[in-house]
């Protein structure tokens, strides 16, 4: 095995905000989704007091959803929440959000990354939550060198949303009411990090910071350690 199969690449994403009562939010991938890849949706809604009860697909891909379910500083501001999917299945894939009871006001954020081992995946996690211009999680370090560093924010208000230092934006929907975005950052080196943003003003914020190792030699004998059926397709 080479000590890396596939290169970690950002492949595709797309976003929506749904600004009516409702209790399910269904957004497409623009292109068909790749084999083996890695699906994540962040979901930012209002008002926090509801949560998200299922996250499917279309292709019958199965999701698994962060145990860090976040609340903006303010009481009843926005809350948020990482689903990810590892291993998708190939083709064109409608993922579906649902609530517990309806919502007035959520953005969706849907992405596809390759080079992301297809079991144990994700490695560690940390969150934020407050009121300030500067969105900003807690502290984590990193146990490989090579990883998908995946940060999403969501914002109480109307504001600009600009990606923290070192971090690519890759989708945004701010000036809306919730605000919020997605971005990341491909690791080479096994050191602490953090997930951040900027706000051109001050407003209730909550943050989730997801790091996912990318397919080493290492990784995928470890994958296979845990399912002997398990093989990456390179």
Known sequence: L?????????????????????????????????TANLLN???VWRPATQTISAVSD?????????????????AGS????????????AGATIVSVAFSQAVSNDCCFISEHS????IGALDVIAVGSGASAAP??????????????????????AVTVTSGGGFTSRLIIDGTNPSGGMEDQFSTVAQ????????S??????????????ATAAAVVAAAAVDESYVMVA
């Open 136 to 157: 900003l999680t807690s502290s984590i370090t990193i146990n490989q060198a090579e990883e998908l560093l995946y940060c999403g924010v969501g914002v109480g208000g």
């Open 192 to 199: 602490a990090f953090t997930g951040g943003w900027t706000l």
């Open 201 to 214: 003003v001050s407003d209730t914020w909550s943050c989730i910071f997801a790091t996912f190792k990318a």
């Open 78 to 89: 926005v809350r948020s929440q990482l689903f990810f999917q590892q291993g998708a299945s």
């Open 41 to 43: 949706v962040y979901t």
């Open 2 to 34: 080479s000590d890396e199969l596939m290169p970690l690449l950002y492949i595709q994403g797309s976003s929506r905000r749904i600004t009516t009562v409702h209790t399910v939010n269904t957004i497409t991938f623009p292109s068909a989704t790749n």
């Open 115 to 118: 080079g992301v081992v297809g």
């Open 58 to 74: 279309n292709a019958t891909n199965v999701w698994t959803g962060s145990t860090q379910l976040v609340t903006g500083g303010a």
